[in-house]
């Protein structure tokens, strides 16, 4: 199976090839989350009689970190092998577009006229 990686050949894939090892991915990380939350249940359920709520999910959590984490990297590197080109792979796409300036807003209060006309009836 091929990983879109920093000097990848994903451009040498073909359509077909990158949207099966792309859903391969997709559906390896969800299994890996799901394993997580099971960790994360299975290790509280059992301990909390014993440690205590708090020091039981601390535990819990801790144990299903690194599955956690894992399942998210198999979602984001078949996000990235899904893209068309591996060059913009150095870039962080969080799927939020990039303003030049952010929107003024109406109720902030740095006492500048952001184009707003209140009428006082």
Known sequence: MKFCKKNCDCSEMSPEERTA?????RGRGMGIIVAAVGVFVGLTASLFSSLGAGSAIG???GGSFGLFMNGCYQIRASNKMMMSSCAEEE????????AEEPPKDANDDDGGDDGVVVEEP
Request: net charge neutral; hydrophobic share 30%; aromatic share 0%.
């Open 21 to 25: 090892s792309a859903e391969k991915l």
């Open 59 to 61: 535990i819990g959590v």
């Open 91 to 98: 870039k962080r796409d969080d799927g939020v577009p990039n």
